[in-house]
């Protein structure tokens, strides 16, 4: 498929919404906020910002060089441009990458997705030890949480298969509006609690005295996975970038909406949680088992207030999800339609199928087959750790130097200038951070995270 037969993004904000929907995900709303709390408040969100500019927008731009220079799927994208060398193994890593985390991010969404249906029908009414057995109950049985992970596997690939315009951007644009106006209702709402303030103050308090070598590796981490770099995603939505965009501007904004949500995530949770008196924890615990409890807790003088609370939170969350397995999910299916010269709808059911078979077992693996497992880990677990301890690190790694000391200084120019339409001042600084500082910076991250450092 030539450059001029490929489809692009219709608008600027339409390029801006999608990829930062690919970015935003679960994971900004239960890491990040405990992660900040625990971390020095205002003082960690320094070092985060500083880590996003050393870090993540870097990154963010080298794939955007190799998608857009290529315009084609990442497999494709990295051959063209290492001219049969092994550098072209990094685009394949991605897509691989890309496939193992929709199929366990898949069972986490369905279970959003029940919470959602469980919301409405008023099922999450009890104390914290009903909630706790809620959870387990549903996150053991064989065949609930499966369905629901293939039914989120299901709507990610109608958007999908609808194709960039027509699906990916005009969902988007819904989708995203929705996700930030939901956030804000439930942060107006949390804010008004009594005792609120200690939340807030708990989030963005500054103590410089909680700050340490630990504390920076943690905030470089949240930057670097915030981003989802390393995935691939990043690439292949580069590759329906129009000439027009520019990569560095975008990068900026697209980082920048993802801190901003991931911020007001904060102020959903903290105000709330200790409006209780309860200090909420990090991971799908907080979601599912805490969090229930402490709308039901917060709201208790006004049921109905907690009844739309909990709805728009699980809605939020359902959102939040799919913006990320839609952009899972484009990276196969724009393997698998370039590669194998299917159709669009084809390359997405070769995607949707082979998702669905994991994400059944990844869910089963969970609670009800704990004997689908790899070395002591649920298959679901070990899904998680591959990709995120291991195959997005050296990917981001390996892009790094790709983009920094092999691909000729002329193409990133002219990516970054538009081909001279703009003078990219920032140039050398950029190569110098994506040759020196980024690798350095993710290679801290991957020792840090096997306690190497």
């Excluded at 899904?383 to 691909?407: K, R, S």
Aim: one cysteine or more.
């Amino acid at each position: 498929m030539s450059r001029s037969e490929r489809i692009n993004f219709g608008s600027r904000l339409g390029v801006v919404l999608a990829t930062a929907g690919s970015a935003v995900g679960l994971g900004n709303v239960w890491r990040f906020p405990f992660m900040t709390g625990h971390n020095g408040g205002a003082a960690f969100i320094l070092i985060y910002l500083g880590c996003i500019l050393l870090l993540g927008i870097p990154g963010m731009i080298s794939e955007f060089i190799v998608g857009r220079h290529s315009a084609s799927n990442a497999a494709r994208s990295y051959r063209r441009l290492a001219n049969g060398t092994p550098w072209m193994v990094i685009g394949y890593m991605g897509v691989f990458t890309s496939m193992l985390i929709l199929g366990f991010y898949a069972v986490v969404a369905g279970w959003c997705l029940q919470y959602l249906f469980a919301s409405l029908a008023e099922k999450l009414q009890g104390d914290a030890a009903f909630v706790s057995r809620y959870f387990a109950d549903f996150s053991s049985d064989p065949v609930k949480p499966a369905l629901w992970a293939v039914v989120f596997v299901l709507i990610t690939h109608v958007v999908v298969s609808r194709g960039i315009r027509d699906g990916i951007e005009k969902a988007s644009k819904l989708l995203m509006p929705l996700l930030f106006v939901l956030l804000v209702f439930i942060v107006v709402a949390s804010c008004m609690l009594p005792g609120a303030g200690k939340g807030v103050e708990f989030l963005f308090k500054p103590d410089f005295s909680k700050l340490n070598t630990g504390v920076f590796l943690e905030a470089l981490g949240q930057a670097f996975f915030s981003l989802s770099l390393g995935t691939a995603c990043l690439c292949t939505y580069a590759s329906y970038f129009g000439r027009r965009t520019n990569l560095a501007g975008a990068a900026v904004q697209i980082a920048l909406i993802d801190t901003l949500i991931a911020i007001l995530a904060g102020l959903m949770i903290f105000p709330a949680a200790f409006s209780v008196g309860v200090h909420p924890d990090s991971g799908p615990s907080l979601i599912f088992i805490t969090l229930p409890n402490v709308f039901r807790e917060a709201f208790i003088g006004v049921p109905a207030v907690g009844y739309v609370v909990s709805v728009l939170f699980y809605a939020l969350m359902s959102l939040a999800a799919l913006t990320s397995t839609i952009s899972m999910h484009e990276i196969g299916t724009a393997f698998f339609h370039e590669e194998l010269k299917l159709s669009r709808r084809g390359g997405a059911a070769i995607v949707t199928v082979l998702c669905c078979v994991m994400t059944v077992l990844c869910s089963l693996s969970f609670g009800a087959c704990p004997g689908l497992s790899v070395a002591g880990r649920s298959l679901m677990d070990c899904f998680d750790y591959i990709t995120a301890q291991v195959l997005m690190p050296l990917a981001a790694f390996l892009t790094c130097l790709f983009v920094g000391w092999y691909i000729p200084r002329k193409v990133v120019a002219d990516e970054l200038s538009n081909h001279g339409s703009y003078d990219a001042w920032y140039t050398g600084l950029y190569l110098y951070s994506v040759r020196i500082v980024c690798p350095l910076g993710i290679l801290a991250i991957f020792l840090h995270q096997f306690g190497l450092i």
